[in-house]
Each structure stands twice: as C-alpha cells, then as structure tokens.
C-alpha cells in the first residue's frame, strides 16, 4: 500500500471530522460567581440573535473547576458582543 495514499486519505478523514465538530460561537455570556468562585454562566450561541433579553439563554452550573473547563473548551468566545 503507498503511504502517501494512506496519510492522503488520514488527512481528509481528519480535515472533514474537524469541520464536523467546529466549536460553537458564543455571542453574549452572563457570569455567575458565588463566594468568589465562579458558579454559572447564562449564554447565548451566534445562530440565535439573542440580546441578553432571557428568551434563548443557556444556563450552565459549575460545581467545579473541572466542569466550567470542559464548558469552555468546546465554545469559541472570539465573537462575544456582551459580557456581563
């Protein structure tokens, strides 16, 4: 088998697994904090239009920093319009 088929192939498998699982946009993302940790965020994805009214918001808790880690790792925050 030519190798250069094979890493050819791997290659566009992996390219087209990527495009597959892209990251969600957040657009606007409420931060909760308890005692000075964080607790919860309320948020919102880039396909909604949302502005923070509560209508379409996520709310996600945090009952460790393991958690809120996991949250962010799967969220692109590079297009956030409001933060409060």
Known sequence: MNLKLVCRDFYFAIEENIQLLDRLNV???RICYAKNK???ADFDLK???NTMTGETLKHVEFSNDFEYENFS???QFTEIKQLV
Do not use: G, P
Request: net charge positive; proline share 0%.
């Open 27 to 29: 657009t606007c993302i």
């Open 73 to 75: 790792k799967n969220k």
């Open 38 to 40: 964080l607790s919860a």
């Open 47 to 49: 396909s909604t239009e």
